[in-house]
């Protein structure tokens, strides 16, 4: 009988140290649910205060798994990356490793969220690399992927990225991107398709057709350029690019009165704009309007001191107004911006020529072969001042 009543008390003492166990879990799984409720509403900070209240050692491993999952994705949302790490390493000693994980801390590398100053692309790449190794494959993995490659100059696999996020779901976001790399790796025919698809998408998208006015006028292609950048100024007249590229191709063209058109508006919508007044300044020399043409200039230089090619039209004009003298002082002035460049030593010499400083000019003559792997011109003056 004794023995009986010991064996009950033994099964209810169970019984109540179980069903404690089943309460307190139930207490720690509440609190796991309103710290995950916290974490989707973006409520990061009361997310992790109710998430380290949850005694994981009263969890079950797939309640504890999920508990230090979460608190990973709260700490580094708050950019505490040396916590969230601590949390994967505890996972990762459990057999668990999520793709995920690593990609959210990519994402911290990657300044996403503006925890740090700047970002860590080197970092961040590896990172990716982790999750795509456990199957992370989403249009935006590797859009952000891509961004890791972009910050390390690598513009090749950053293309591979957004080709892959082209194949997932591509958007026209990516088009754009990938034109852009194209047209920094000097592929323009490449990113003039990327633009293109851009088109196809979206008829009214003003960046790509600035993009592909842009190419076309890189091209050569000045007619057809100035007719894409049209159709882009009508749909949004106030863009001070576009009316810019557009008044380029016209300049280009030679077509004088709708180059200085579009110039005009491009200085109305954005006053500082020097390449602006530096074409206005060469339509007023090519009009044999060298006074308007030094204003334009001027007023060019104003805005960037350090525009080379600007000082040499001002050289130039001088030249052609025989102001030999003001002209050495142009090309002398862009010399000492860009000192490498063939171009400010050849006029320098043909005014030196003009000046009838023949010794200087056969300096800067050489000066330029030098800097120029082939120069006709220099080369056929140098010849002549030689044989005198």
């Not at 790509?208 to 190419?215: C, L, R, T, V």
Request: with cysteine; glycine share 4%; hydrophobic share 35%.
């Amino acid at each position: 009988m004794k023995k009986n009543k010991l064996i009950v008390v033994v099964l209810v003492m169970l019984f109540i140290l179980t069903s404690l166990n089943v309460f307190a879990q139930e207490g720690d799984l509440d609190l796991l649910n309103q710290s995950m409720k916290n974490y989707h509403i973006n409520n990061f900070e009361k997310a992790l205060q109710l998430n380290k209240q949850i005694n994981l050692n009263k969890l079950k491993t797939s309640a504890k798994v999920d508990a230090l999952y979460y608190r990973t994705l709260i700490e580094l949302r708050l950019g505490n990356v040396l916590e969230a790490k601590k949390q994967m390493e505890m996972l990762f000693d459990m057999g668990y490793e999520f793709g995920r994980l690593h990609y959210e801390l990519a994402k911290v590398y990657l300044n996403t969220y503006n925890n740090f100053d700047s970002a860590y692309y080197q970092s961040a790449l590896e990172e990716f690399k982790q999750a795509r190794s456990l199957g992370m494959n989403s249009a935006q993995f590797h859009r952000d992927y891509a961004l890791a490659y972009m910050g390390l100059n690598n513009h090749h696999k950053a293309i591979l990225q957004l080709e892959l996020a082209i194949l997932e779901n591509g958007n026209m976001g990516d088009y754009l991107n990938l034109g852009n790399l194209y047209k920094e790796l000097g592929n323009l025919e490449e990113a003039n398709k990327s633009y293109q698809k851009v088109l196809k998408k979206d008829q009214n998208n003003v960046t790509a057709y600035s993009e592909i006015g842009n190419i076309l006028i890189k091209q050569a292609k000045y007619e057809e350029a100035a007719r894409i950048l049209r159709q882009g100024v009508q749909l949004d007249p106030d863009s001070f690019i576009l009316n810019y590229k557009l008044g380029e191709a016209y300049y280009n063209t030679q077509e004088w009165a709708l180059a200085k058109s579009y110039l005009n508006k491009t200085i109305d919508l954005k006053n500082n704009y020097y390449l602006a007044y530096y074409h206005l300044g060469k339509i007023s020399e090519h009009q044999k309007n060298y006074q308007e043409a030094r204003y334009y200039l001027n007023e060019c230089i104003k805005y960037n001191p350090d525009y080379y090619w600007a000082f040499i039209a001002l050289g130039d004009v001088s030249l052609k107004e025989e102001n030999n003298y003001q002209a050495i002082a142009h090309y002398s002035a862009a010399i000492e911006k860009s000192p490498n460049y063939p171009t400010g030593h050849f006029h320098l010499a043909l005014a030196y020529n003009q000046a009838g400083m023949q010794n200087s000019a056969i300096s800067e003559l050489k000066r330029t072969l030098h800097l120029s792997d082939s120069h006709p011109e220099a080369q056929q003056l140098l010849n002549k001042l030689t044989e005198e």
